[in-house]
């Protein structure tokens, strides 16, 4: 399953480090993160580690496969 993350503002280079299995694109006011979810329990995670981090998400979607 291949997610989108829309994460408020930009997101320094060290915080996207915490997040090597997505991929990054900044977007006007807001940091986009793309990505292979393998199962429920890796994207808890993944939320889990934005909430950690700090990180504001205002979007989550599941693109097409």
Not at 2 to 31: D, K, N
Request: hydrophobic residues 40%; aromatic residues 12%.
């Amino acid at each position: 399953m291949r997610y989108e993350f829309r994460i408020t503002g930009r997101v320094s280079e060290p915080v996207s480090h915490a997040f090597p299995e997505l991929r990054e694109f900044p977007a006007a006011r807001q940091t986009l993160f793309f990505g292979t979810v393998t199962d429920e329990a890796h994207l808890y995670g993944l939320l889990g580690r934005f909430r950690d981090l700090g990180l504001h998400v205002e979007e989550m979607r599941r693109l097409p496969d």
